[in-house]
Every structure is written in C-alpha cells, then in structure tokens.
C-alpha cells in the first residue's frame, strides 16, 4: 500500500501545482479561452500516476512479478488516492481560492454561445444546466466516480502489458 499512497500523494499534488500554475497564468479567470484547452492536459496527470504507480508496484515490491489482478487493485487504490485528494482541492479552489470561476468560465462559454449565433433561450438553457451540474455536491461525486471509473479503466490497460510471470527454470 506504500507504492498506492506515494504515487496518489504525489501525482494529486501534481494537479494541484497545475491548477495554481494555470492559475496564476490566468487561464481559469480572465484567460478561459486559453484555459478551455489547458484543463485538458490536467486530466493526463493522474494517468501518467497510475501507470508509474503500477510499474514501481511490480519493481519495487512484487519483485519484478505482478499478476492483471495486482495491478488493477494498485491502480484503483492509487485512482482512489488522487481523485479523492484532486476532488477536495477542486472544492477548495472553486470556492476558497478562485469563487468566481464558475461565473466567469459561464460568461466566456456564454459569449461563445453568442458568437456561435446560439439564441438567447438556449443559451439560456444550457448555462442552467452546466450551472446546476456544477453545484456542490453534484460535480463532486461525479468527479470522484469518474476519476475512480477512469482509474480502474486505465489500470487494467497499463496492469495488460506491464504483467509478469515468474520465470520457469
């Protein structure tokens, strides 16, 4: 369990430096334009955790073997790591840090609706929507199952191709 929380630790503070960094760029409060595609590349972080994670997991503490299994449950315990610790920074950001975010990347996605040719009702709509899903608690469990879904999902890509047998002489 030492390899999952190192690498959950690690690689969610990872996210956190990218945050502040996109931040203090600013890409998340006057820069949306920038910061729509930016976001992006934070969601490779995590990936990039589990794949790591799972290799120092075979290397360092099964002895260069590791079964599917081994590195699926690795992978979820780091995913679970991360998104937990990502999830509650992002609560803190929004709401601490950066209140205004929300309201700011709803006026940059409204003013591209509106250059779009988007009418106004829909516009409308969709701000609400993307408002009411990004409400406390919605986004946050949705942030955290996902991340967790996600994890799961690349640890058994990754858990494929990094499995060994022990060698039979």
């Given at each position: ?22 931040h ?9 334009d920038?910061?729509?595609y930016?976001?992006y590349?934070g969601?490779?972080v995590?990936?990039?955790?589990i ?6 997991k075979?290397?360092k ?10 590195g699926v449950?690795?992978?979820f315990?780091?995913?679970?790591i991360q998104t ?8 803190l950001?929004a ?8 309201d ?5 996605e409204?003013?591209?609706?509106a250059a779009?040719g988007?009418t106004?009702?829909?516009i409308i ?7 009411t899903?990004?409400a ?7 942030q955290e ?18 499995k060994r047998?022990?060698?039979?002489a």
């Open positions: 369990m030492k390899t999952e929380i190192k690498y959950g630790v690690i690689f969610a503070g990872i996210v956190v430096l990218y945050v502040l960094t996109e203090f760029l600013g890409f998340n409060t006057t820069r949306h920038i910061g729509q930016t976001r590349a969601v490779l995590p990936i990039l955790g794949l790591f994670g799972i290799r120092e075979r290397k503490e099964l002895n260069g073997i590791m079964t599917f299994g081994q449950k690795t992978g315990w780091i995913a679970l937990t610790i990502t999830t509650l920074w992002f609560l950001y709401n601490v840090i950066n209140p205004g975010f929300l700011t990347m709803l006026e940059f409204r003013s591209t609706m779009a988007t106004e009702a829909s709509q969709q701000l609400d929507q993307k408002r899903f990004f406390f608690p919605t986004f946050q469990i949705f199952g996902l991340g967790i879904a996600y994890g799961v999902l690349f640890a058994a890509m990754f858990s494929f191709f990094l047998k022990p060698s039979t």
